[in-house]
């Protein structure tokens, strides 16, 4: 089938020079303007008009209305109080009726069934990875199960492009998280997908990127195998390989970058801080992609500097990478550019291959020279 999507790029691509990290300098190398009637954000943000317009079942009990909200047209995004924790307190109250009321409708749906339900009455989830933001890097398989899902439980950073495929019966539960606001805890979905599962339902867990890197898939999957319910993971394109394809940037290239590496820029509680690999990390053969970056980078680089990378290494920094919104910027320049999650960034030789890079190809030739 066809999915519509088209691009309205805002580029604005630079490379990095590690060596002024913090410093002004800057060497553009590709400028584009985008289309001004694109939408601030591709994504569903935490109390966007279009969430509650898409989960309004969800706030049907007894005749209540959804969260009155304020929305700004231009930012389509919402004003709310400041009292986070008492906001997504109220927003699950507000659910709870709905969803018991769905559980047992989809419970008499199984019992009524017969043989079309597995002989244990239980349910399959399906983890779905949707890539970074383009519908049409949806794999077949992940479309097929999108349509014919009967719940979807969906992160921040699934594209509202990709949610436009879902079949018109299914219901869908915005879960995601954003920093300082946890729609829901990770125990709470947990709870969630297990109890649609064994009512019998098709139950889809939609998660940007591919589910089981830097996402919680694992842990998801995990838990749920532990109860009996049998997990299927559909994988995704992870943003490294989607965005780097976008801009042409090879992530391993013969003769100038034998490996690539994957590294968060945030780590759970009490695990290791991405600054303290950077010693292992500062391999001027290597291609480093830092995901969830924008707090941590300004000191990464420096380390990364301080084990021996090369100050004058190519990188960028991509907000919002496949998307109508996507742009490029200085990495040092993440606060004046006001770049936002997601902003992947790419640092290594091989981000002068890019085809947008000034005299990409004799760089190319020099470096496979060298």
């Given at each position: 089938?066809?999915?519509?999507?088209?691009?309205?790029?805002?580029?604005?691509?630079?490379?990095?020079?590690?060596?002024?990290?913090?410093?002004?300098?800057?060497?553009?190398?590709?400028?584009?303007?985008?289309?001004?009637?694109?939408?601030?954000?591709?994504?569903?943000?935490?109390?966007?008009?279009?969430?509650?317009?898409?989960?309004?079942?969800?706030?049907?009990?007894?005749?209540?209305?959804?969260?009155?909200?304020?929305?700004?047209?231009?930012?389509?995004?919402?004003?709310?109080?400041?009292?986070?924790?008492?906001?997504?307190?109220?927003?699950?109250?507000?659910?709870?009726?709905?969803?018991?009321?769905?559980?047992?409708?989809?419970?008499?749906?199984?019992?009524?069934?017969?043989?079309?339900?597995?002989?244990?009455?239980?349910?399959?989830?399906?983890?779905?990875?949707?890539?970074?933001?383009?519908?049409?890097?949806?794999?077949?398989?992940?479309?097929?199960?999108?349509?014919?899902?009967?719940?979807?439980?969906?992160?921040?950073?699934?594209?509202?492009?990709?949610?436009?495929?879902?079949?018109?019966?299914?219901?869908?539960?915005?879960?995601?998280?954003?920093?300082?606001?946890?729609?829901?805890?990770?125990?709470?979905?947990?709870?969630?997908?297990?109890?649609?599962?064994?009512?019998?339902?098709?139950?889809?867990?939609?998660?940007?990127?591919?589910?089981?890197?830097?996402?919680?898939?694992?842990?998801?999957?995990?838990?749920?195998?532990q109860q009996g319910i049998q997990v299927k993971v559909i994988p995704g394109i992870t943003a490294a390989s989607g965005i780097s394809a976008e801009l042409g940037i090879p992530l391993t290239h013969r003769g100038i970058a034998n490996s690539v590496r994957f590294l968060t820029g945030h780590s759970r509680k009490g695990g290791t801080d991405p600054l303290f690999v950077a010693e292992n990390a500062a391999d001027p053969?290597?291609?480093?992609?830092?995901?969830?970056?924008?707090?941590t980078l300004p000191s990464l680089a420096q380390k990364l500097i301080h084990h021996g990378l090369p100050p004058d290494t190519p990188a960028t920094a991509v907000e919002r990478g496949t998307t109508p919104q996507q742009r490029m910027d200085l990495a040092?320049?993440?606060?004046?550019?006001?770049?936002?999650?997601?902003?992947?960034?790419?640092?290594?030789?091989?981000?002068?291959?890019?085809?947008?890079?000034?005299?990409?190809?004799?760089?190319?030739?020099?470096?496979?020279?060298?």
């Amino acid at each position: 089938m066809a999915l519509p999507y088209t691009h309205h790029y805002d580029l604005s691509f630079f490379a990095l020079n590690l060596k002024k990290f913090g410093s002004s300098h800057l060497q553009p190398f590709c400028c584009l303007r985008c289309n001004s009637s694109v939408s601030s954000s591709p994504f569903t943000e935490k109390h966007s008009l279009q969430r509650y317009q898409r989960d309004q079942w969800v706030y049907n009990n007894n005749n209540q209305q959804r969260p009155s909200l304020s929305c700004d047209d231009e930012a389509a995004s919402c004003s709310v109080p400041a009292d986070s924790d008492s906001i997504r307190l109220n927003d699950i109250a507000l659910q709870l009726p709905e969803l018991r009321k769905l559980l047992q409708v989809l419970k008499h749906k199984r019992e009524s069934c017969g043989g079309q339900v597995p002989k244990n009455g239980l349910g399959d989830v399906f983890l779905v990875g949707t890539g970074p933001g383009d519908p049409d890097l949806l794999t077949l398989k992940a479309v097929k199960v999108i349509q014919k899902a009967d719940l979807l439980l969906y992160d921040r950073l699934v594209s509202n492009a990709v949610l436009d495929l879902v079949g018109p019966d299914a219901r869908l539960l915005y879960v995601g998280k954003t920093a300082g606001y946890h729609s829901r805890t990770q125990e709470e979905i947990h709870e969630l997908l297990l109890s649609f599962a064994e009512a019998g339902a098709t139950v889809v867990r939609l998660q940007g990127g591919d589910p089981l890197v830097f996402g919680r898939g694992g842990e998801e999957m995990d838990f749920l195998q532990q109860q009996g319910i049998q997990v299927k993971v559909i994988p995704g394109i992870t943003a490294a390989s989607g965005i780097s394809a976008e801009l042409g940037i090879p992530l391993t290239h013969r003769g100038i970058a034998n490996s690539v590496r994957f590294l968060t820029g945030h780590s759970r509680k009490g695990g290791t801080d991405p600054l303290f690999v950077a010693e292992n990390a500062a391999d001027p053969d290597s291609t480093l992609v830092v995901y969830m970056g924008l707090s941590t980078l300004p000191s990464l680089a420096q380390k990364l500097i301080h084990h021996g990378l090369p100050p004058d290494t190519p990188a960028t920094a991509v907000e919002r990478g496949t998307t109508p919104q996507q742009r490029m910027d200085l990495a040092d320049k993440i606060k004046t550019a006001e770049l936002v999650s997601p902003t992947l960034i790419i640092i290594g030789k091989v981000v002068a291959l890019s085809p947008f890079w000034p005299q990409s190809l004799t760089e190319a030739s020099r470096l496979v020279e060298v």
